[in-house]
């Protein structure tokens, strides 16, 4: 990804070095121009539960809020290996090349959300981005670095803690910038949907549904979560920012967190009904999907 050089966003808050002890709450949700810069409507269908999505304007697309390669939060065993503080810490001047790279990330971001906002005559509140190492205290309770990058929608902020990138290197198998860049812009999806208040209706339903119905939703927003990066993806090659081997290198991180290739990974079978985020070809499909239409309005996952 052609990235140096390039103008950063503001938003960025840095808390690496700081503690945090307070206990975890239940987090409400916890969970992220050109080809990439048009908009879409269409409505929400009826889940098995009864309860109807709200039809929307400008994405009309759903996110649960829950962060990528969280490793089907807790529906697999947790091992040594998914605790990314086994991985040496990088480098001052790694460190300070990677903030800088997430900066870029997130304000092209924030260019291609404001403007499909904008001509949908909406506001595009951007969220703030908060870098920590180790753990981290959020408004969705307290949080550590082995559960990867997450969305908390009480703050509207995503939490990332760099030395993952290192993880997703080595334990998942995906190098690459653009790889980098694909969890990034699943978590800012994230924070669109909030906005556009389809996150909060979720989260208010979920009571209702069964155990395999809530999972089963999980799924579709999760995936819906992979196209809007998809669309991201779209928007970069419109900036020429692309280079040769990027998409590859989103579609292997997208194949190697799918739900399947985790739990065959972890315990060497599949449990379907389990799946949270989609197959490893579920995946791969819905970011190709949004790269290819460089439409929110192709991100139906539920029709």
């Known amino acids: 990804m052609k990235w140096r050089g390039r103008k950063g966003s503001a938003n960025i808050e840095d808390r690496r070095g700081q503690r945090s002890t307070r206990a975890m709450r239940n987090p409400p949700g916890r969970s992220s121009g050109g080809r990439g810069a048009r908009g879409g409507q269409f409505r929400m269908p009826r889940t098995k539960g009864g309860f109807v999505f709200l039809a929307i304007i400008v994405v009309g697309a759903l996110a649960l809020g829950v962060n990528p390669i969280s490793l089907l939060n807790g529906s697999i065993p947790n091992s040594p290996a998914n605790n990314s503080s086994t991985y040496q810490p990088q480098s001052n001047a790694e460190q300070d090349e990677l903030v800088q790279f997430v900066s870029v990330v997130i304000k092209e971001t924030e260019d291609m959300w404001g403007k499909i906002f904008a001509d949908n005559s909406r506001r595009y509140d951007v969220p703030k981005v908060v870098l920590f190492s180790n753990k981290v205290r959020s408004a969705c309770g307290a949080a550590d670095a ?4 997450f969305y908390c929608p009480a703050d509207q902020k ?36 909030q906005l ?39 928007y970069a090659g419109q900036e020429d920012l692309l280079e040769r081997g990027d998409i590859a290198e989103a579609l292997t991180a997208a194949n190697s967190i799918g739900d399947d290739t985790l739990q065959k990974q972890m315990q060497g079978y599949a449990v379907p009904k389990t799946f949270k985020h989609g197959t490893s070809e579920q995946r791969k499909y819905w970011f190709e999907r949004g790269y290819k239409e460089g439409n929110p309005a192709a991100c139906d996952t539920f029709s």
């Not at 082995?146 to 990058?149: K, L, T, V």
């Not at 198998?173 to 812009?185: E, I, M, S, T």
Request: charged share 20%; with cysteine.
């Open 146 to 149: 082995s559960m990867g990058p």
């Open 158 to 193: 995503v939490y990332i803690d760099l030395s993952f990138y290192e993880q997703l290197r080595k334990q998942f198998g995906a190098p690459g910038d653009f790889a980098q860049a694909y969890v990034l812009a699943h978590e800012i999806g994230h924070h669109v949907q």
């Open 196 to 234: 556009t208040g389809v996150l909060p209706e979720f989260n208010k339903a979920r009571p209702r549904l069964s155990k395999i119905e809530s999972n089963e939703w999980s799924v579709r927003v999760e995936l819906q979560a992979d196209c809007y990066a998809g669309v991201w993806a779209a």
